[in-house]
């Protein structure tokens, strides 16, 4: 306890200094002030004055895109600075105690015109496509989708959640979600950095990429590899289960779910073009476009166009990606409508998958240079995915709003795998493929989304009701070709990239078939007492599930998952939180050993408590939370050999993640995570009460930004990240050391030929550690370094 109480005297100072910050803001909105803003973006400048003043800024980032600000310099008061920014850009800002809010001033009245009534180009309040705004800092926004209750503020929310912006995506220069993910101290990649797929855990347990990650709130359409992040405007993050609110993920993820926000048309014209390089030798571009047109500007258009190529800092990997999209919207009076389509091409030779299993009792060597891969140069994935989407929204009236949205994806995939390395001995041999496996598969995915919602009162309690349904369809066929492997031997220290002849397949394919059909309906109501200082939400979802393997109907459950929130605001700044909510997977069929062979489950129920705190100075915004979730898991009684879901792993944990400006000119996002993961309930108690393999006992974050003084636009950035020792196995024989990796970057805003341009600079792993990033023995990044350039026309 000593040492938890240790660690958390940074977060507890940096919120003591942010309410000190917060509280003189007020003051100093009445007084004059010494301000010094050199000729910069105006985005830039913005946030330079807010950061001079101690004020709170808020305004969409493409209000400003291609605004230049004029120098300010001397003493004034905010407003008289800040109209002094903002002279000729067509917009106001207006000064609310330590707040300022900037928007478009309004069109002067003509007295020899008919006055129309005022139309802003936004979405309703009840819409998902507007977007919660930026929180202090902009890295993080201050709420997110919440599925079956909405968009909601985080000290709203009776649930731990957090959304990274896509000026975070930019600046961190992430290519994949899995790089951007890496700022988030409950969320741990338990594959490499360019395996075949994006995988993560949460809260301890397992997110399988595409099957239980969302694309605009709907299940079945993501990338099953890797997601691209050139489209891509928040990436919302919600730790633990989710069945209300999301439905039933096809992989089953119970420790939290990804929700990717596709870009939408932006207020302002927004033409950005990046360059980009990384090592070893990967070269890139990528174009942003945004317009709106038509009466009012109702019309909106984005597109973005992306190209990358290059080898990476891992042996034999080459990654090649191209993406392409357009968004269109309508925003009229009552009617929203928005289309998204989206495509994807991608080949990563030698990714890093196939992981090196350990023989049993052997020891985990010491960690071989950072970037080793032990596949062979010959294997490969590539991906060719189309998606399309389109959401409609209807305002029936002022407190009442439905939406229906549907989403297709095509995706086809090739890949040449290699299977059967495992480690032989402390001296890092390890024998090399016994069997390489081609693949070729299409995946059709279907998805719709419908929600009613609404605002009554009974008395002094206000609700707010969510009726909706959601659900996926999926059809996969798969051909698969094995070839044997030479089964020769190598080193992880120094690898044979020739050892393994290039496979042949030359025999007939066997073909696998699965379609899934996954659909709930669901309803909850938010009552609101005493001011809104207390909200309770209660609701259900009933889930139905229907698996169809080679034709034959193979599981048809049903599941009703209750779930209960709690937000108490006992002072101001502050919410107290608790949930009770349920988790959903597929349950397994009877192996044939079972006297109940061929049984087909019930679907898993995953139980989560959690109850927190939140803490939102202004500038700082905190969130502490305790939880537990017990997840099931299917076993076979030694004596009586019936197979049921009597299994379970416990994992029991503290969060810390805070975000914002811990001091004036200096952004923060960090954290950590202790989880205690415990193997509760085993198969004949052989393991049980051993820790659950593959979840670290310690994580955290801690991501700088620091925006200099000696040199205006220039920002100095800094990154840490720490994972703790993990089991290999749930014998607890075998684990590997626990790691923590530094990066560091730069990033410069000036003017070129009158254009607004940014200039990034990152080096990943900046003391090159060599380390496993997971118990799969990948290995870590090697150090690299990352540049881009971004100019605005």
Same mark, same amino acid.
Do not use: C
């Given at each position: 306890?000593?040492?938890?109480?240790?660690?958390?005297?940074?977060?507890?100072?940096?919120?003591?200094?942010?309410?000190?910050?917060?509280?003189?803001?007020?003051?100093?909105?009445?007084?004059?002030?010494?301000?010094?803003?050199?000729?910069?973006?105006?985005?830039?400048?913005?946030?330079?004055?807010?950061?001079?003043?101690?004020?709170?800024?808020?305004?969409?980032?493409?209000?400003?895109?291609? =605004?230049?600000?004029?120098?300010?310099?001397?003493?004034?008061?905010?407003?008289?600075?800040?109209?002094?920014?903002?002279?000729?850009?067509?917009?106001?800002?207006?000064?609310?105690?330590?707040?300022?809010?900037?928007?478009?001033?309004?069109?002067?009245?003509? /007295?020899?015109?008919?006055?129309?009534?005022?139309?802003?180009?936004?979405?309703?309040?009840?819409?998902?496509?507007?977007?919660?705004?930026?929180?202090?800092?902009?890295?993080?926004?201050?709420?997110?989708?919440?599925?079956?209750?909405?968009?909601?503020?985080?000290?709203?929310?009776?649930?731990?959640? /957090?959304?990274?912006?896509?000026?975070?995506?930019?600046?961190?220069?992430?290519?994949?979600?899995?790089?951007?993910?890496?700022?988030?101290?409950?969320?741990?990649?338990?594959?490499?950095?360019?395996?075949?797929?994006?995988?993560?855990?949460?809260?301890?347990?397992?997110?399988?990429?595409?099957?239980?990650?969302?694309?605009?709130?709907?299940?079945?359409?993501?990338?099953?590899?890797?997601?691209?992040?050139?489209?891509?405007?928040?990436?919302?993050?919600?730790?633990?289960?989710?069945?209300?609110?999301?439905?039933?993920?096809?992989?089953?993820?119970?420790?939290?779910?990804?929700?990717?926000?596709?870009?939408?048309?932006?207020?302002?014209?927004?033409?950005?073009?990046?360059?980009?390089?990384?090592?070893?030798?990967?070269?890139?571009?990528?174009?942003?476009?945004?317009?709106?047109?038509?009466?009012?500007?109702?019309?909106?258009?984005?597109?973005?166009?992306?190209?990358?190529?290059?080898?990476?800092?891992?042996?034999?990997?080459?990654?090649?990606?191209?993406?392409?999209? %357009?968004?269109?919207?309508?925003?009229?009076?009552?009617?929203?409508?928005?289309?998204?389509?989206?495509?994807?091409?991608?080949?990563?030779?030698?990714?890093?998958?196939?992981?090196?299993?350990?023989?049993?009792?052997?020891?985990?060597?010491?960690?071989?240079?950072?970037?080793?891969?032990?596949?062979?140069?010959?294997?490969?994935?590539?991906?060719?995915?189309?998606?399309?989407?389109?959401?409609?929204?209807?305002?029936?009236?002022?407190?009442?709003?439905?939406?229906?949205?549907?989403?297709?994806?095509?995706?086809?995939?090739?890949?040449?795998?290699?299977?059967?390395?495992?480690?032989?001995?402390?001296?890092?041999?390890? /024998?090399?493929?016994?069997?390489?496996?081609?693949?070729?598969?299409?995946?059709?995915?279907?998805?719709?989304?419908?929600?009613?919602?609404?605002?009554?009162?009974?008395?002094?309690?206000?609700? =707010?009701?969510?009726?909706?349904?959601?659900?996926?369809?999926?059809?996969?066929?798969?051909?698969?070709?094995?070839?044997?492997?030479?089964?020769?031997?190598?080193?992880?220290?120094?690898?044979?990239?020739?050892?393994?002849?290039?496979?042949?397949?030359?025999?007939?394919?066997?073909?696998?078939?699965?379609?899934?059909?996954?659909?709930?309906?669901?309803?909850?109501?938010?009552?609101?007492?005493?001011?809104?200082?207390?909200?309770?939400?209660?609701?259900?979802?009933?889930?139905?599930?229907?698996?169809?393997?080679?034709?034959?109907?193979?599981?048809?459950?049903?599941?009703?998952?209750?779930? %209960?929130?709690?937000?108490?605001?006992?002072?101001?700044?502050?919410?107290?939180?608790?949930?009770?909510?349920?988790?959903?997977?597929?349950?397994?069929?009877?192996?044939?050993?079972?006297?109940?062979?061929?049984?087909?489950?019930?679907?898993?129920?995953?139980?989560?408590?959690?109850?927190?705190?939140?803490?939102?100075?202004?500038?700082?915004?905190?969130?502490?939370?305790?939880?537990?979730?017990?997840?099931?898991?299917?076993?076979?009684?030694?004596?009586?050999?019936?197979?049921?879901?009597?299994?379970?792993?416990?994992?029991?944990?503290?969060?810390?993640?805070?975000?914002?400006?811990?001091?004036?000119?200096?952004?923060?996002?960090?954290?950590?995570?202790?989880?205690?993961?415990?193997?509760?309930?085993?198969?004949?108690?052989?393991?049980?009460?051993?820790?659950?393999?593959?979840?670290?006992?310690?994580?955290?974050?801690?991501?700088?930004?620091?925006?200099?003084?000696?040199?205006?636009?220039?920002?100095?950035?800094?990154?840490?990240?720490?994972?703790?020792?993990?089991?290999?196995?749930?014998?607890?024989?075998?684990?590997?050391? /626990?790691?923590?990796?530094?990066?560091?970057?730069? =990033?410069?805003?000036?003017?070129?030929?009158?254009?607004?341009?940014?200039?990034?600079?990152?080096?990943?792993?900046?003391?090159?550690?060599?380390?496993?990033?997971?118990?799969?023995?990948?290995?870590?990044?090697?150090?690299?370094?990352?540049?881009?350039?971004?100019?605005?026309?």
């Amino acid at each position: 306890m000593r040492k938890t109480q240790f660690t958390l005297a940074p977060l507890a100072l940096a919120a003591v200094l942010a309410v000190s910050v917060g509280s003189m803001a007020h003051a100093q909105t009445a007084q004059a002030i010494s301000v010094s803003i050199a000729t910069q973006p105006l985005g830039q400048a913005l946030n330079e004055f807010a950061r001079q003043a101690g004020l709170q800024l808020s305004f969409p980032a493409a209000l400003v895109t291609g =605004r230049t600000a004029p120098p300010v310099s001397g003493s004034f008061t905010a407003q008289q600075a800040l109209d002094r920014l903002l002279a000729g850009s067509g917009l106001e800002a207006r000064v609310n105690g330590n707040e300022v809010v900037v928007r478009r001033m309004p069109a002067p009245e003509s /007295s020899s015109a008919t006055t129309l009534s005022p139309v802003t180009v936004t979405a309703s309040a009840n819409s998902t496509g507007d977007l919660p705004k930026a929180y202090a800092g902009g890295q993080v926004a201050q709420g997110g989708s919440l599925g079956l209750l909405g968009n909601t503020r985080v000290v709203d929310s009776p649930f731990s959640q /957090s959304s990274f912006t896509a000026e975070f995506i930019q600046n961190s220069q992430a290519q994949t979600l899995g790089e951007a993910l890496e700022s988030s101290p409950s969320v741990r990649r338990n594959g490499s950095r360019f395996n075949q797929n994006d995988t993560y855990t949460i809260r301890g347990f397992g997110v399988t990429v595409g099957s239980d990650i969302a694309y605009d709130g709907m299940y079945g359409i993501t990338n099953t590899r890797r997601n691209a992040m050139e489209g891509i405007e928040r990436i919302e993050v919600l730790r633990g289960p989710s069945a209300l609110l999301n439905g039933l993920p096809a992989g089953g993820s119970v420790g939290g779910t990804i929700n990717l926000v596709p870009k939408r048309p932006s207020a302002d014209p927004l033409t950005d073009v990046t360059l980009s390089y990384s090592s070893a030798s990967q070269r890139g571009a990528h174009a942003d476009l945004s317009r709106r047109f038509g009466p009012d500007d109702r019309f909106g258009v984005r597109t973005n166009l992306a190209h990358r190529e290059g080898a990476t800092g891992f042996d034999f990997n080459r990654d090649r990606s191209t993406h392409a999209s %357009v968004a269109m919207d309508y925003i009229g009076d009552k009617l929203r409508l928005f289309g998204h389509l989206n495509q994807e091409d991608q080949r990563l030779d030698a990714p890093l998958f196939g992981a090196l299993t350990l023989s049993p009792g052997l020891q985990v060597p010491s960690a071989p240079d950072a970037g080793r891969n032990f596949n062979p140069p010959f294997v490969y994935t590539e991906t060719s995915r189309l998606v399309g989407l389109a959401r409609a929204e209807y305002d029936f009236s002022e407190t009442w709003t439905g939406s229906l949205a549907f989403g297709a994806q095509n995706l086809e995939d090739e890949q040449v795998t290699a299977s059967g390395q495992r480690l032989l001995n402390s001296h890092g041999d390890y /024998s090399r493929p016994s069997r390489n496996r081609l693949t070729r598969g299409d995946r059709n995915g279907r998805s719709v989304d419908g929600k009613l919602t609404g605002s009554f009162q009974t008395g002094s309690v206000k609700h =707010r009701l969510a009726i909706g349904y959601s659900g996926f369809r999926s059809k996969q066929s798969v051909d698969t070709i094995n070839a044997p492997g030479r089964g020769s031997n190598s080193n992880i220290y120094h690898p044979d990239p020739n050892a393994e002849p290039i496979p042949v397949f030359d025999t007939a394919p066997t073909n696998a078939r699965q379609n899934l059909s996954f659909g709930g309906l669901a309803i909850a109501d938010t009552l609101q007492f005493l001011d809104d200082r207390i909200l309770l939400t209660i609701g259900l979802r009933r889930q139905q599930i229907k698996v169809v393997d080679n034709g034959s109907l193979s599981y048809d459950r049903a599941v009703t998952s209750p779930s %209960v929130g709690l937000v108490i605001k006992p002072w101001k700044n502050w919410s107290l939180y608790a949930n009770y909510i349920e988790g959903l997977s597929q349950g397994q069929r009877a192996p044939a050993d079972a006297v109940n062979a061929d049984e087909v489950l019930p679907p898993f129920v995953s139980k989560q408590h959690e109850i927190g705190i939140k803490h939102d100075s202004g500038n700082l915004l905190t969130t502490i939370s305790y939880f537990e979730i017990k997840r099931p898991s299917a076993i076979t009684d030694p004596v009586t050999r019936v197979f049921s879901a009597n299994g379970e792993q416990r994992n029991r944990g503290l969060e810390i993640e805070t975000f914002g400006e811990i001091l004036r000119g200096t952004r923060f996002i960090g954290g950590f995570t202790l989880i205690d993961a415990k193997l509760s309930k085993t198969q004949g108690a052989v393991n049980e009460g051993n820790f659950a393999p593959e979840v670290p006992k310690f994580s955290a974050n801690l991501g700088l930004e620091w925006d200099t003084s000696f040199a205006p636009g220039l920002t100095l950035t800094a990154r840490a990240i720490h994972t703790g020792s993990q089991y290999v196995d749930p014998a607890n024989t075998q684990k590997i050391p /626990s790691w923590t990796r530094f990066d560091v970057g730069a =990033r410069y805003a000036l003017r070129a030929a009158g254009r607004p341009l940014t200039l990034r600079a990152s080096i990943t792993n900046l003391f090159d550690r060599n380390y496993f990033e997971s118990t799969r023995l990948f290995t870590g990044s090697a150090r690299s370094i990352s540049l881009s350039a971004t100019v605005s026309f």
